[in-house]
């Protein structure tokens, strides 16, 4: 007989604290009836650490199963939640925190985990990156769950899963651009045999996903992107960074096939679909006014008072709202949706965020756009009554859809030509990452 109990350490004054809990496990172990215990975190009061983000810490329940190891005598104790690598787990059970290890999105990202532990092949694992989209992310949605990083998960059906057959015919590919689609096409292309040279104008690798992984918390991200260098040397890809290829260059080059995954640019404009009768930002000529990747590549200086429009509420710019919070700027979010971080509520993460961002004194203005931009402030516009409202900033981070970067003929002559990723269309990573891996096995 197994147990499953679930540690909420944030509401023990509310549910049942650690040590009854412990007081529970040890009256049932003293039966010998009880095979195994697993700890799960959180409960529907913390609903949030039951998968927990990476907003949350990891090895989550250990505080809990070192107790009952030192409590039980007969029962195996199981850590889970926030085990999230083989060094998680081999921390935990050398140290005797727990008897056993659960590790479930780590093996939705890698499938193959178990068996590059066993081979001595750790490098190899690609890591979950704790970023609940595509896993429980779905679940809210009535999806199968998938994964951002690994798009075979899901759709077995479709590709027979996280593994590659040789091309009935190699190929030299020049893949631009090293963005997340960027990066799966020459990957997953180079592990069916494909001769794959990767290009990309900016001096590291990943994008805007890159970005991404300079916000708080994030870091696992810039992981991933060291296992792609890593994934490269191993499969013999090519990697140039610093170089911008324009047109000429691309049709001289020998590859027989071109993939273009140039990725996109932040909107010039800074239109707001919320005020489609306004080709651009009125005030945009005041200046002050700058992108996200501009504040995150450390370009814009915004000053100590800044206003960030939130058209999307996701990561974008919401993390970088709180990547500005924690380096000391007065942050105030605009956002036209009814709460801040509402498409990445699904994830669980989006509590974490605002209760970070309020504490470092971020102010929060919902179901609302900038009317206008004073080059010193801002006039809001309530979506609710149509009243105005001036608040004062040194500067403006306009978080709205980015527009496709594409300068290339549709064509080259004697190429085959593919379009992946934000060059085609503005999109969320864990697209360009699956049209990558799409696009590479059916070439």
Not at 157 to 185: H, I, M, N, Q, S
Not at 362 to 385: C, D, M, P, V, Y
């Amino acid at each position: 007989m197994g147990l499953a109990i679930s540690y909420a350490p944030a509401y023990a004054g509310t549910t049942l604290s650690a040590e009854n809990l412990c007081e529970i496990i040890d009256l049932h172990d003293q039966t010998g009836h009880v095979d195994y215990v697993t700890v799960g975190y959180g409960s529907y009061l913390e609903f949030e650490g039951i998968i927990p983000a990476f907003t949350q810490g990891e090895k989550l329940t250990t505080p809990l199963t070192a107790q009952l190891k030192s409590l039980v005598k007969h029962a195996k104790i199981t850590s889970e939640a926030g085990v999230r690598t083989p060094e998680n787990a081999e921390t935990i059970l050398s140290s005797g925190e727990a008897d056993l290890v659960s590790i479930v999105r780590g093996q939705i990202a890698d499938p193959h985990l178990a068996r590059k532990v066993m081979e001595g092949r750790s490098d190899d694992i690609r890591g979950c990156i704790s970023c609940n989209q595509m896993c429980w992310g779905r679940r809210s949605r009535d999806y199968w769950i998938s994964c951002l990083i690994n798009p075979s998960a899901g759709r077995e059906f479709e590709w027979g899963g996280d593994r590659f057959t040789p091309a009935a015919t190699p190929r030299k590919l020049l893949v631009v651009g090293a963005g997340p689609a960027g990066l799966e096409a020459a990957r997953a292309a180079a592990e069916r045999g494909h001769s794959v040279k990767i290009v990309e104008a900016l001096p590291q690798i990943g994008g805007q996903f890159r970005l991404a992984g300079q916000q708080p918390r994030r870091a696992q991200i810039l992981d991933l992107m060291e296992w792609y260098e890593r994934q490269f040397t191993k499969l013999g890809v090519t990697l140039r960074l610093n170089a911008f290829l324009d047109a000429d260059e691309i049709a001289a080059h020998p590859a027989d096939t071109v993939i273009l995954a140039t990725g996109s640019l932040p909107d010039e404009n800074a239109f707001q679909r919320w005020l489609p009768q306004e080709p651009c930002l009125p005030g945009l000529e005041n200046g002050h006014v700058h992108s996200p990747e501009a504040v995150l590549r450390r370009e814009a200086r915004p000053g100590h008072e800044v206003i960030l429009y939130d058209e999307g509420s996701n990561w974008r710019g919401v993390g970088t709202a709180w990547w500005l919070a924690e380096q000391g700027h007065s942050v105030t979010i605009v956002t036209p949706e009814a709460f801040v971080g509402k498409e990445i509520s699904r994830t669980a993460a989006d509590g974490a965020a605002r209760r970070a961002l309020a504490a470092k004194g971020a102010r929060f203005i919902t179901e609302s756009l900038i009317s206008r931009w004073h080059g010193n402030g801002a006039t809001i516009r309530s979506l609710l009554t149509g009243e105005e409202t001036q608040i004062a900033a040194s500067a403006l981070v306009m978080a709205t859809t980015n527009r496709s970067f594409d300068p290339f003929p549709e064509a080259f002559a004697g190429k085959t030509t593919h379009r992946i990723g934000d060059c085609a269309a503005p999109r969320l990573a864990a697209y360009a990452f699956h049209e990558g891996r799409k696009l590479a096995l059916s070439l």
